[in-house]
C-alpha cells in the first residue's frame, strides 16, 4: 500500500479505531482522542463564519420601509410593507433553490470549501445590495447572495463533527447563538447606520458616497466583517473523511457506521432500530424528516416575527405601531443580542443538562405562544416602561426561539451519519428557506393589510 494511504491502528476507549495518514477526517477523530477539553478554537472559528452569515439576513429589516420608500415603486404607504416583504422573501427563495445543492457539494468535495465560497459571497452580494438604485436590482442581489450563501448547513454538519460527543450540545449551542445573535444585532447595524448623511451630518455629508446610497454603510460594515471572516476561514480544518477507494476504505466506512450506530443506540436506550446506511434514502428517515418539519414551523414563524416585528415599532400610533425611529429599533434589538448571547453562554448549558435537549426545545415552544399574545397590549404603553417591557419581551422571544433551535439542530445530525450529514442539512436548510421566504412575503402583505 502506497504510504499516503498507510493504516494506522489506534486504541481509543477500549476500542480499535481506523485512522489514514493524510486524510482531515482522521486527524480531526485523533484530535478528539487526545484532546478531551472543549475545542475553544474550533468553536470560535465556528461561531465567526456563523455570525457573517447571519448578519446580512435581516440586517436590511430596519430601513428597508425607507428603502422601499425611496425606489418610488409604491404607489401608497400601505403597499411598502407589500413590496417590502418580496425584498425579505427573495434571500430566503435563493437559499431554498441552492441548499441542497451546496450540502451535495460539501458531502463530496469538502465542508471547507462551501463555507468559503459561502462568506465571499457575502462580501461581494451584500455590499451590492447596499448600493441597490431600484427595487429589482435590491431583489436581484438579494436572491444572489440566498443563492451562494450555503455556510449553514455545512457548518452545523461541521460543528457536530469538530466536538467530541459530549461537546456536541455546545457545537450546536455555538452555531445557533451566533445565529440568533447574528439576526438581532443585523438589524440594530442596519438601524443605526442607515441614512448616515441625515444622522450624523458632521461625519457623512450629503455628497459622500453614503450620501447617495443611504443605505450602504451598514452593509459596508458587515461586509468588511465577512472578508476578515473569509481569512479566517483559512485555518478551518477540513472533517470530512477522504480515504482511498478500496477495500479498506469499505472497511473503514463499515466500521464507522457501526460504531455511530452504536454511540446512537447507547444514548437513546434504543437496541433494536439504528441510522440508516447510505444507501436509504434520507426522505424516508422519519427522525430526519420529522425534526426538519418541526424546523421549518418555527423558522417561518421567527421569519415572518423578524420583519414584522421592525415594522411594527417603526409604524405610526395611529396604526397600532410604536411610532420608532430606526435607531429606537436598534438599541432595542442591541439589548436583544446581548440578552440571548449571556443566556446562551451561561445558562442554555445548565438548563440543557438539566432538563435535556428536547424538553428545552418544548419549553420554548409553550412559552412563546402566550409571550407573543402580549405585543398588542405592549403597544399601550409608553415612555419608560414602554422600553422595559419591550426589551424584556424581545430578549426572552429569541432566547425561546433560538432554544428551540439548537434543539432541532442535534437532532438532525444525530439522525444520519457523517457521509450523509451535508445533504440531511442541505435539505433541512432548502426547507427552512422555502419556509423563510413565504414568512417576510406573507407578513409583509398582512402587515400592509394591517391584519397583524
Known sequence: MAENSQLLLEKGAGKQSNYYENCPGCAIERLKCSNVGIPLKHLFFIGTVTLSAALPITSLFPFLYFMIGDFHIAKTEEDIGYYAGYVGSSFMFGRALTSLLWGLVADRYGRKPV?????????????????????????????????????????????????????????????????????????????YLAEPANKYPEIFSKQSVFGRFPYLLPCLLISLFAVVVSVVCCWLPETLHIHCQNKEYAAYNGVEAAAYDSTLQERDG???????????????????????????????????????F????????????????????????????????????FLYPVVERILGTIMVSRIGAVLSVPLLSTYPYIAMLS?????????????LKNVFSVSITTGLFLLQNRAVSQEQRGAANGISMSAMSLSKAIGPAAGGSLESLKIL
Open 115 to 191: 463555507i468559503l465560497i459561502g462568506t465571499v459571497a457575502v462580501v461581494i452580494f451584500n455590499t451590492l445590495f447596499g448600493l441597490s438604485s431600484n427595487f429589482w436590482m435590491a431583489v436581484s442581489m438579494r436572491f444572489l447572495l440566498g443563492s451562494l450563501s450555503g455556510v449553514l448547513g455545512p457548518m452545523r454538519a461541521y460543528a457536530s463533527e469538530i466536538c467530541r460527543k459530549e461537546y456536541q450540545a455546545l457545537g450546536m449551542s455555538v452555531i445557533s447563538t451566533s445565529w440568533g445573535v447574528g439576526l438581532v444585532i443585523g438589524p440594530a447595524i442596519g438601524g
Open 270 to 308: 434504543n437496541s433494536g432500530d439504528s441510522l440508516p446506511t447510505s444507501q436509504s434514502s434520507l426522505l424516508k428517515n422519519w427522525p430526519l424528516m420529522s425534526s426538519i418539519i418541526t424546523y421549518c414551523v418555527f423558522q417561518l414563524h421567527d421569519m415572518a416575527y423578524s420583519e414584522i
Open 310 to 345: 421592525s415594522l411594527w415599532a417603526i409604524s405610526p400610533r395611529n396604526s397600532g405601531g410604536l411610532s420608532y425611529t430606526t435607531s429606537e429599533v436598534g438599541e432595542t434589538l442591541s439589548i436583544t443580542g446581548l440578552g440571548l448571547l449571556l443566556f446562551q453562554l
Open 383 to 395: 415612555g419608560f416602561w414602554l422600553s422595559v417591557v419591550l426589551d424584556s419581551a424581545s430578549v
